[in-house]
């Protein structure tokens, strides 16, 4: 199964209509580990779907998003990044280039208690480690 198809298999599991511009996003997504910004999505798929306008790549990238096919990222640097890695894992930050990779799941030990000292139960949390990656360090 080819990104393309792997894609569109996703779009009609969600319910969504299978359309150039979600497919070439999605399989973008999927084949990048580098965590891009929107505008880099949309520079990408402006090459594969010439047709893809900017605002189309935002709204593209929302109804994903709502669709659960990919996350949404803050980090820094005041720009959303997105990937298509939607299971759990946390996230390196490189403190000099501002590289983002995922980091498994199980390479942090799980946090020892669920409910913290305010009285909060904590339902869900990924963390993020900064550092230098392997070429800044
Ligand atoms: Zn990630």
């Known amino acids: 199964m080819n990104a393309r198809s792997g894609a569109e298999e996703l779009l009609k599991e969600k319910g969504l209509r299978?359309?150039?511009?979600?497919?070439?996003?999605?399989?973008?997504?999927?084949?990048?580990d580098h965590h891009p910004t929107a505008e880099e999505v949309g520079a990408a798929v402006n090459r594969l779907v010439p047709t893809a306008a900017r605002a189309s790549i935002y709204n593209v990238l929302h109804?994903?998003?709502?669709?659960?096919?990919?996350?949404?990222?803050?980090?820094?640097?005041?720009?959303?990044?997105?990937?298509?890695?939607?299971?759990?894992?946390?996230?390196?930050?490189?403190?000099?280039?501002g590289g983002v990779a995922d980091v498994p799941w199980d390479a942090l030990p799980p946090l020892p208690?669920?409910?913290?000292?305010?009285?909060?139960?904590?339902?869900?949390?990924?963390?993020?480690?900064?550092g230098l990656c392997p070429r800044c360090g």
């Open 63 to 97: 109804s994903l998003k709502d669709a659960g096919l990919v996350g949404e990222l803050f980090f820094d640097d005041a720009v959303v990044r997105y990937e298509a890695n939607v299971g759990r894992h946390h996230h390196f930050v490189c403190s000099s280039c």
């Open 113 to 130: 208690k669920r409910r913290l000292p305010g009285g909060q139960s904590v339902v869900s949390y990924a963390v993020t480690l900064r």
């Open 18 to 32: 299978v359309t150039q511009p979600r497919v070439a996003v999605l399989a973008y997504l999927a084949g990048s």
